[in-house]
């Protein structure tokens, strides 16, 4: 099927490209509008009992949320003297009713509630915002941020704090790095790439399918967000996977058409004949690679919270953008380039030949000697894999809050001065219906007897509702907080029902909400990576192993990102607070990206060594030549990839800092303990089990399967080849 294809570009290259060119330019002028259709919230879960809380007690009682801490500080006045409260009035009545439902300032509050500093040179004042969804809030507070500065010449200094101050400083911050990452990551890679390549020519062919999967993949996105809610989040996956799936799939693509030209030099249509294999081959693995990693990124739309979901789409519009541009795109520009891909070779590299040993070489020897004693390198590299992994065993989970922030960021900077007041404490709503005075009293006693320092207070009743605020002393994101939550919740009225709220509540909520769609998730991943992976290779053997084998990797990142992200190391080196837990929904998305960016090296390790197997049946040639045929390949794309993650690690947010991290972890091992140690010696280990199937899936792959074989059966070595597809 794909060498039909190839076949095709290599008689119509110009017109495939100038349809690509018009595609590209439409969706540059169309996707540049995205940004102002992108939700900047979406880290809930609807359907959750602390947003069901939270929006009945909003229906009933109004917001009473404390959305928005102003600080106001003076190292001369205190909150009493007339000129500080004269200029806090003047900033509370300045503000716009359209967007603020409720204002507290400290003069308006009883003593009691804490707003007056202890030493009396800083005062707050809480204000509760309007709106229905996150973004309406986000909104809200964007109206209602720049009014909160003390008038000029009142001396005061102003610091803002609470939930809606740390979103936006978030998606600003992201925003920022997200520029700077792309500034530094897409230099390096021309430049890595002219070293790989060794020509200037073929060094840019990464740079351009990236771009062109970024241009894309927006367009997509943009066209998304007419029909459903797509958050902001999704323009960091989608430059991370769009540059560095381009990188990858171009690599692959540009290295077996500069091999297939170096094999015919002196046939006259061996342009023609190098892209119809070049697709046949390598535009088999983007094809199936592309596929996988779609595949896995899809399992992140079973998640209610819309986060992760957009993740899955930018992710999804991603790959599929990069995988097209490698299959179009990028033959065509090939065909018209020809030989002329090794335009501008470097000087010292003139004369190297650009086509790889089939079984000679570094890596085939490599591969030889892990097969030799493959139980003893299995064994070994296990105990270590595992022994990396072993810290995410006492992994605890929490939620986003201002520590996710550099410590210069502004809403970081207040929430560390409201320390100033006093000791930190959390709080829970409860919403109590159809309960009567005296079973009201009995739950706050309750409430506030689930441990020392608890209070619980009635704060506003209506109707059939009352409304209970519990407070109690520390971090509302740590385990004893989440617990002091289930223990509320397993609290039940007499006559009549409670529902908890709050930002712990919510932390659970999501917790509860990950646990619950996670197996489902898994079964998505897995179930879909043996039906694709059947097809590629015919075997039920390797699926498996392959599961297996990136289950090492990710794991292997889990407890690295656990070691340092969670237990608190390397924290002064790369410039973060530890919280002292790891978000619980940034696993989840490593999850998905790592496991389709494992399988991309995995598809193309095991395109090769099947290639070599149809033609030899031969187990330990076929995995020598496949080693061999890809390491130099593999291990280039793993650089540039890794020059990519990379740049995103240097993000001031912790959570893309450790989302780069972790990827950074699980992309080297996967690309030198597992493809150069694990696979050879498992797949020694498995001998001719390797291609195994029920014979009725065998014969039906036979009959269907997308598969490679030599063109004349009498010349095994052959390189030009013909594939067989689905129909």
Not at 344 to 356: C, K, Q
Not at 358 to 380: C, E, F, Q, S, T
Not at 383 to 405: E, H, I, N, T
């Amino acid at each position: 099927m794909l060498d039909r294809w190839g076949a095709f570009v290599a008689r119509h290259s110009r017109s495939v490209l100038a349809l690509g060119v018009l595609v590209v330019v439409a969706a540059a002028l169309y996707g540049t509008g995205v940004f102002d259709h992108l939700s900047r919230g979406g880290f809930d879960d609807p359907g959750a009992e602390g947003r069901q809380e939270l929006a009945q007690e909003r229906d009933i009682f109004g917001n009473r949320a404390a959305d928005v801490v102003a600080i106001y500080s003076s190292d001369d006045l205190t909150a009493d003297s007339p000129a500080f409260r004269s200029a806090v009035t003047e900033v509370v009545d300045g503000l716009p009713a359209d967007a603020v439902a409720r204002v507290t300032p400290y003069f308006a509050a009883p003593a009691s509630a804490g707003l007056v500093s202890p030493d009396g040179h800083e005062a707050q004042v809480v204000i509760s915002l309007k709106g229905v969804t996150q973004d309406d809030f986000l909104d809200s507070y964007d109206e209602v941020k720049p009014l909160l500065a003390a008038p000029d010449g009142s001396g005061l200094r102003t610091d803002v704090a609470g939930e809606y101050a740390v979103y936006s400083d978030v998606n600003t911050i992201t925003s920022e790095d997200l520029s700077r990452a792309e500034m530094i990551s897409m230099p390096l890679v021309i430049l890595l790439a002219l070293l790989i390549f060794g020509s200037l020519v073929a060094s840019t062919m990464p740079a351009l399918v990236g771009v062109v999967a970024m241009t894309g993949a927006l367009a997509v996105v943009r066209l998304l967000t007419t029909l459903t809610d797509v958050s902001v989040f999704s323009v960091n996956v989608i430059s991370l996977l769009g540059i560095g799936l381009a990188i990858d799939y171009a690599l692959f693509v540009i290295s077996r058409f500069r091999e297939e030209l170096a094999a015919r030099p002196d046939d006259p249509d061996a342009v023609a004949a190098a892209i119809r294999v070049t697709m046949g081959t390598a535009g088999r693995t983007v094809l199936f690679s592309g596929l996988t990693v779609a595949a896995a990124l899809s399992s992140l739309l079973i998640f209610p919270q819309m986060f992760l979901r957009s993740m899955g789409y930018g992710g999804i519009a991603a790959v599929v953008i990069a995988m097209l541009a490698s299959l179009t795109v990028l033959p065509a520009v090939l065909v018209l380039l020809g030989r002329r891909i090794d335009a501008g070779r470097l000087p010292w590299l003139r004369h190297r030949p650009v086509s790889v040993a089939d079984d000679g070489g570094r890596w085939a020897a490599l591969a030889r000697g892990v097969m030799k004693r493959p139980v003893a390198v299995l064994a070994v590299t296990v105990v270590v894999l595992l022994a990396v992994a072993a810290p995410f065993l006492g992994v605890r989970w929490a939620s986003v809050d201002d520590r996710v922030l550099p410590s210069d960021a502004p809403a970081r900077v207040a929430a560390d001065r409201l320390l100033d007041f006093g000791p930190e404490t959390s709080t829970a709503s409860v919403l109590l219906r159809g309960v009567d005075r005296p079973a009201v009293q009995d739950y706050v006693a309750d409430a506030a007897a689930l441990g020392d320092g608890i209070t619980a207070d009635v704060v506003a009743r209506k109707g059939d509702a009352t409304l209970v605020r519990v407070a109690w002393p520390g971090n509302g994101q740590t385990e004893a907080s989440q617990d002091l939550v289930r223990d509320l919740r397993a609290i039940h009225p007499e006559g009549g029902t409670a529902m908890v709220g709050g930002i712990t509540a919510d932390t659970v909520d999501l917790l509860d909400s990950v646990g619950a769609h996670l197996p489902w998730m898994g079964m998505i991943v897995v179930g879909v990576m043996m039906v694709l992976l059947f097809v590629a290779f015919g075997s039920l053997v390797l699926p498996l192993k392959a599961v297996v084998m990136n289950a090492f990797s990710i794991t292997a990142s889990f407890g690295v990102i656990t070691w340092i992200f969670s237990d608190g190391h390397l924290t002064n080196l790369l410039g973060f607070t530890s919280a002292g837990a790891l978000d619980a929904t940034n696993p989840i998305l490593m999850l998905a990206i790592l496991f389709g960016l494992s399988m991309d090296y995995e598809v193309f390790l095991l395109s090769r060594i099947r290639e070599q197997w149809d033609r030899t049946h031969d187990n330990r040639q076929a995995v020598a030549t496949g080693v061999q045929k890809t390491g130099r390949i593999i291990t280039s794309a793993a650089v540039l990839l890794a020059v990519v993650i990379g740049a995103f690690a240097t993000s001031g947010i912790v959570f893309m800092k450790m989302l780069g991290v972790g990827m950074l972890v699980a992309l080297l091992v996967d690309a030198t303990v597992v493809r150069a140690l694990m696979v050879p010696a498992t797949m020694r280990l498995l001998g001719r089990w390797n291609w195994w199937a029920p014979t009725p899936l065998r014969r039906w792959w036979e009959r269907h399967g997308f598969r490679e074989e030599p063109a004349d059966p009498h010349q095994p070595g052959a390189r030009d080849m013909i594939v067989t597809g689905v129909g």
